[in-house]
């Protein structure tokens, strides 16, 4: 009779403690990335000749290179605390990679929240801004091919500190996302390469985006703002796109707008060869910017074929005249899956008056692995 007691109050531990367990969960993951790459970036302008070659392993292509912690707690009646914590890092020699601050602990996203299917999802801390989930619902290449290499507000250098951010249940596929965050994004691009904003200047960012996707339709439209100084107009971009899967090819367009900069901007020119004259200039900027991508299984994996393209006013005499051009970029890749956790890719770029300089030209190609935990 003991024994059967006992027995009984053993199974009941279990299963309270199977029951504790599944309402709390935390999960370890992250993305290794890397592989041979060979870069050539060339300036010949007005007898100008400048050329920078690099070439060996290279870290992050597909995925930046990352490691975090993400979970939550059920509440009840259906709602969850949510957090995730998430860190980069140089995989060629296991330190941070340029991007990442050695001043932050988790640069890539740092937040706490809570979760509802009834009611959606609000967080705080460091998280993406609209732009960017915006830009996920797109076909897109790597490095140089990426279209944040023309486009401002959706690459992933717009993560927003001291952000509050909310995201709407699905409706129907529809979805609204909200964003604010105050003292600024450290990565706007501004007049001769100031990164943030003048001592005691207090910036601050409105992101806001709509996103469709239902079947083999996806689309989007989303909106940034960060305001300046009192000297300065503020920064924004909008940006429309939308996709189309014909399960043969999938389509991806879009297009967009920049004014006064480029948020979050991953195609400044100093990021190429350094030095270059007005390189990092973009005050009072007016652009306009495109993109076209093409994918379609092959093989077994997924071919990739896009171009992006950019023109710009900084071409007027007052701006940079004959030094500015418009931005052309061109690339084809291939992933090929090993298992759903790890594959190998291939690509090879061509881009042209990189960051607006005229006759900056680079080229890229590359072989890899991507691995997921």
């Known amino acids: 009779m003991k024994k059967t007691l006992l027995a009984a109050a053993l199974l009941a531990g279990f299963a309270t403690a199977g029951v504790a367990q599944a309402e709390t969960s935390v999960t370890l993951y992250g993305i290794l990335d890397t592989g041979y790459g060979y870069q050539n970036y060339k300036y010949d302008h007005d007898g100008a000749d400048q050329t920078a070659k690099t070439s060996g392993l290279r870290s992050g292509t597909v995925n930046g290179n990352r490691f975090g912690l993400k979970g939550s707690e059920d509440l009840g009646n259906g709602l969850r605390a949510i957090f995730q914590l998430e860190q980069g890092f140089d995989l060629g020699n ?121 079947g083999p339709i996806s689309a989007g439209a989303s909106y940034d703002r960060s305001g300046q100084t009192a000297n300065d107009d503020a920064i924004t971009s909008w940006n429309l796109n939308a996709a ?75 701006k940079w005249g004959s030094g500015a051009d418009n931005i052309s970029t061109y690339q084809i890749n291939y992933f090929y899956p090993l298992s759903k956790r790890t594959g190998v890719y291939t690509y090879a770029s061509y881009g042209k008056n990189l960051g607006y300089v005229k006759d900056l030209k680079g080229t890229e190609a590359g072989i890899g692995l991507n691995h997921k935990f």
């Not at 991007?99 to 932050?104: C, G, I, L, Y």
């Not at 090819?249 to 195609?267: E, H, I, M, P």
């Not at 093409?294 to 077994?300: I, K, N, Q, V, Y």
Request: proline share 2%; aromatic share 12%; no cysteine.
């Open 244 to 318: 189309y899967d014909f399960e043969v090819v999938k389509l991806s367009l879009a297009y967009g707008q920049d004014r006064n900069g480029k948020l979050g901007w991953g195609g400044k020119a100093n990021g190429y060869i350094s030095g270059l004259n007005n390189a990092t200039s973009y005050k009072d900027l007016k652009s306009n910017n495109y993109h076209v991508g093409l994918s379609a299984p092959l093989a077994g994996g997924k071919l990739y074929a896009g171009w992006n393209y950019s023109t710009s006013n900084l071409d007027d005499a007052d």
């Open 94 to 214: 296991g330190g941070y990679t340029a991007a990442d601050k050695e001043s932050r602990q988790f640069h890539r996203q740092a937040f706490v929240g809570l979760s509802s299917d009834s009611w959606g999802t609000f967080t705080m801390g460091r998280q993406y801004s609209a732009g960017v989930e915006v830009g996920n619902l797109i076909s897109n290449g790597w490095n140089l091919g990426d279209v944040d290499k023309v486009f401002g507000g959706v690459g992933y250098g717009n993560r927003i500190d001291n952000s509050f951010k909310y995201v709407t249940p699905d409706f129907a596929g529809f979805k609204a996302i909200a964003l604010y965050g105050s003292e600024g994004d450290d990565t706007i691009t501004r007049d001769e390469g100031q990164a943030t904003a003048p001592a005691n200047e207090r910036t601050s960012r409105t992101s806001l985006g709509l996103t469709y996707a239902n």
